[in-house]
Nanobody, 113 residues
């Protein structure tokens, strides 16, 4: 069974940056297609970015120009680099291995002054 553990969330001021990490265990990471989603209070979960097994990345409009997704198969880890954060980016961010519908427990990101 795949386990996904997120880290790197926290409190950041508007305009600041954070890098989220997602470390996988229990499966060959190079066979996992990875993604990040987020859920703000009272809102539905929404995808933020994905990266395929081959490393092709895609960022949804909510993060274009600000967010970058990457992966390091040698470290079994996917990353979400977030720059120029805004208060509306406040949410719980979830890592997913979307080709097997596996999800992490989430990490809180709060953007506030």
């Amino acid at each position: 069974q795949v386990q996904l553990v997120e880290s790197g969330g926290g409190l950041v001021q508007p305009g600041g940056s954070l890098t989220l990490s997602c470390t996988a265990s229990g499966a060959r990471f190079d066979l996992l297609a990875m993604g990040w989603a987020r859920q703000a209070p009272g809102k539905q979960r929404e995808m933020v970015a994905t990266i395929t097994i081959g490393g092709t990345s895609s960022v949804e409009h909510i993060g274009q120009g600000r967010f970058t997704i990457s992966r390091d198969d040698a470290k079994n880890t996917a990353y979400l680099q977030m720059n120029n954060l805004k208060p509306e980016d406040t949410a719980v961010y979830y890592c997913t291995a979307y080709n097997i519908n596996s999800w992490g427990q989430g990490t809180q990101v709060t953007v506030s002054s």
